[in-house]
């Protein structure tokens, strides 16, 4: 199955707190290039930097869930 990209960063914890998050939540995530943003020769600007990816037929989920997590609470 192909994988889609839901969130790209340069920081790998934050990558990982996500892929958590979406563990969580049943979903098959997987991190793609958490090494390159450890590297101090640009290397990550270079790949797009960490991406969680997902499954395609889980992709809108992740990204709502990722959505709401940027959401304050109230």
Known sequence: MAM??????????????????????????EIKNELSALSMDGYAMAVGGVEVQVPADEAEEARALIAAGDQPPT
């Open 4 to 29: 889609v990209t839901v969130l790209n960063t340069f920081n790998p914890a934050e990558a990982q707190l996500i892929r958590s998050l979406l563990e969580a939540e049943g979903l098959q995530p």
